[in-house]
C-alpha cells in the first residue's frame, strides 16, 4: 500500500511549485481515469496514476486475468526459458488501489466519455489512456487468418501461441526446414524476429543440426542489421538463410494445409512455419476513433493525447511515436510521461516536454546479447531523435560485452517487470 | 578494457563501498510524493531499468547514492567516448541541467 505521509508532508510545503497543492488534490478526488490495456504501457500507467493522484478513481480495463509478457519470450520458444517466468498478475496493482476491471472493452463514446464494457456495464471517464497493443491484420496476407496459426503460429502475442511453436519446434525431426516470414515495417519489436532467428538457430544448431532456417523478409533493412548479419554468419554459418524482397523474400501467400509459402517466384515447403503477421493498433483504438490510415494511432508528443479525440490519450506499440520503437521500453517509459502529464493537466498546470529513452536487447544465443538505444525529445509536438545520442553494440565488441549485455538485459526484464506488476 | 572503464569501475567500487552496496528492501514507491515537476518527469526514464528495491547485479543499482554521487556517476557514463553499453549510448543524450535534475529527484525520492 501506498502511505499518503510524504504526499501530505509535501503538499504543506508549497514552496516547491511541482508539487500538487492540497487545493488542487481535492480537485482531482473526484477524477475518473480509465486505462484499457495491461500490458506494460497501460499497467504501468495505472500504477503511477494512483501514486501521483491518491484519492482519484483510477481504472484498470484489462479481459485477461494474467499477463504473458513478450520480452524474453523468443527463449521460451526454444526451451531456455519457462513460460511461468513470463506471467504476471494484477493483484499488486489492485493492493495499491487501482480497480482491476476484468472484462472487454468493447465500444468507446468519445463525446459522452464513457468506456462500454457490454452487458449495460459502462464507465465514465474524464481522461481516458487506451493501452491496446496491436492487433493482427487477419486480411494482411492471404491465406493467413487466425485459424492459419493453429498451424502456423504468429506467437506475436506471447501465451498458447509462443508454446505451440515451442512444441512445433521440439517436434520437428532433424533435418527439417524452419520457415519464417516477417511482414513490412511497422510491427511490435522491430529486432523480434531477428532474435527469433537468432535463437532458432542457436536450438537447431546444438540439436538438430543438419536443419536449416530460412527467414523471407518483406524489409530490406532491419534493426541491428549489421550486428544480427555479422552474429549469423560467425555462430551459425550457413544455417540461416536470410532473403530480403530484392532476393525473391516477400511472402505474398501462405497455405497452412500444405504448410508452404508463395513468394512471387517460388512455393516453399517447410516443417515448422511461424508468420509474423502485418498489424495495427489493437482494435478498440479504431472504435474509439483514434486511429488514422494507417491502422495506428497519431498522438501529441507531449502529452500523449489522441489528435483526433480530446482527452483519449493513447501510449505503446500503437501509437504512431517514430524514431521511439514499439517495445515494453518504451511504452513503460511513455506510460510514466503521459501520467505525469494528465496529473499536470487535471491540476490545471501545463503539460511539459521533457526527454525519453528505449533500450531494446536482443539474444544471439543463451548467453550473448547485442542492444539499439535511442533518446528522445518531445519538443517539437513529435519525437525526434537527440543527436549525438543512441545506437548500436560495437561490432567489434571490447572484451565480454556480448555477455555483459545479456546480464544487463536480465537485469532490465526483472527491473521493468517488478515496476510495473510486483 | 581500456583506462576510462577501468577508471569508471573502480570508481563504481568505490561508491559501492562508501554506501555499503546494503539492499533497501523493498524500496520507495516510487513517484508517491505526487511530484509532477519537469525532474520527475525526465527521472522516469531510469525506473524501468534501475528499479528501487530490485535485485540488480549488473545494472548499477541507485538506491544508495546520494545526488552528487548520482551526478558524478551519470557524468561518467556521458564523458565516456569509447563506452559500449546501452548506458552510455544513453547518457549522451542529456545535458547538464538535465543530469541535475534527474539526480536531485533520485535522491530526494527514497
Not at chain 1, 252 to 268: G, H, I, K, N, W
Not at chain 1, 277 to 291: F, S
Not at chain 2, 79 to 106: C, K, N, P
Amino acid at each position: 500500500m501506498i502511505s499518503r505521509r510524504d504526499f501530505l508532508s509535501a503538499g504543506s510545503t508549497l514552496a516547491l511549485g511541482g508539487l500538487l497543492a492540497p487545493a488542487a488534490r481535492a480537485r482531482t478526488a473526484n477524477a475518473s481515469i480509465v486505462i484499457v490495456g495491461g500490458g506494460f504501457g497501460g499497467a504501468t500507467a495505472a500504477r503511477f496514476l494512483k501514486r501521483l493522484m491518491p484519492d482519484a478513481r483510477i481504472t484498470l480495463v484489462e479481459p485477461n486475468q494474467q499477463y504473458v509478457a513478450c520480452p524474453f519470450s523468443n527463449l521460451v520458444l526454444t526451451g531456455l526459458r519457462s513460460i511461468v517466468e513470463q506471467q504476471f498478475s494484477y493483484g499488486a496493482i489492485a493492493g495499491e488501489g487501482v480497480v482491476v476491471a476484468v472484462d472487454t472493452a468493447k465500444t468507446i463514446d468519445p463525446v459522452s466519455r464513457i468506456v462500454n464494457l457490454g452487458a449495460g456495464k459502462s464507465i465514465y471517464y474524464d481522461r481516458l489512456i487506451l493501452s491496446p497493443g496491436i492487433d493482427f491484420r487477419w486480411d494482411g496476407l492471404p491465406g493467413y487468418d487466425s485459424g492459419a496459426s493453429d498451424s502456423m503460429p504468429h506467437a506475436w502475442k506471447a501465451g498458447a501461441q509462443t508454446q505451440l511453436l515451442a512444441r512445433q519446434l521440439a517436434a520437428m525431426p532433424d533435418g527439417g526446414v524452419v520457415a519464417m516470414s516477417v511482414t513490412a515495417a511497422p510491427f511490435r519489436c522491430p529486432p523480434g524476429p531477428y532474435e527469433r532467428a537468432s535463437l532458432i538457430a542457436h536450438y537447431l544448431k546444438q540439436n538438430k543440426p543438419r536443419s536449416k532456417l530460412l527467414v523471407l523478409d518483406s524489409n530490406s533493412t532491419f534493426s541491428k542489421q549489421s550486428l544480427f548479419m555479422n552474429a549469423w554468419k560467425n555462430l551459425y554459418g550457413d544455417l540461416i538463410e536470410w532473403r530480403g524482397p530484392s532476393n525473391d523474400g516477400r511472402v505474398r501467400e501462405v497455405d497452412p494445409a500444405a504448410m508452404t509459402l508463395s513468394t512471387d517466384f517460388e512455393v516453399v515447403s517447410a516443417d515448422v512455419v511461424n508468420i509474423v503477421p502485418p498489424q495495427r493498433a489493437g482494435v478498440i483504438a479504431e472504435r474509439a476513433g483514434t486511429t488514422d490510415q494507417t491502422g495506428w494511432c497519431p498522438i501529441n508528443a507531449v502529452t500523449f493525447e489522441s489528435t483526433l479525440q480530446d482527452n483519449i490519450h493513447v501510449i505503446g506499440d500503437a501509437t504512431i511515436a517514430a524514431p521511439m520503437p514499439k517495445s515494453a521500453f518504451s511504452a513503460n517509459a511513455q506510460a510514466k510521461v503521459c501520467a505525469i502529464q494528465i496529473a499536470r493537466l487535471l491540476n490545471d498546470m501545463a503539460p511539459e516536454p521533457t526527454t525519453l529513452a528505449n533500450t531494446c536487447y536482443s539474444f544471439l544465443t543463451d548467453q550473448q546479447a547485442i542492444s539499439v538505444s535511442g533518446v528522445y525529445s518531445s519538443r517539437t509536438g513529435e519525437f525526434t531523435n537527440v543527436p549525438g545520442a543512441g545506437g548500436i553494440s560495437p561490432m567489434v565488441a571490447q572484451g565480454d560485452l556480448p555477455a555483459r549485455e545479456a546480464a544487463h538485459a536480465r537485469d532490465w526484464f526483472s527491473a521493468i517487470t517488478r515496476e510495473v506488476f510486483l | 578494457m581500456n583506462v576510462r572503464l577501468i577508471g569508471s569501475l573502480v570508481f563504481l567500487i568505490t561508491l559501492m563501498a562508501v554506501s555499503g552496496c546494503q539492499s533497501t528492501g523493498d524500496g520507495a514507491a516510487l513517484f508517491s510524493t505526487g511530484e509532477v515537476t519537469q525532474a520527475a518527469t525526465l527521472a522516469s526514464a531510469c525506473s524501468g531499468c534501475h528499479a528501487p528495491g530490485s535485485q540488480a547485479s549488473a545494472i548499477v543499482r541507485l538506491d544508495e547514492y546520494d545526488a552528487g554521487q548520482l551526478t558524478t556517476l551519470f557524468n561518467r557514463y556521458r564523458q565516456d567516448e569509447s563506452g559500449e553499453t546501452a548506458m552510455h549510448r544513453m547518457a549522451r543524450g542529456y545535458t547538464d541541467e538535465e543530469v541535475a535534475l534527474i539526480a536531485d529527484f533520485l535522491a530526494g525520492e527514497r
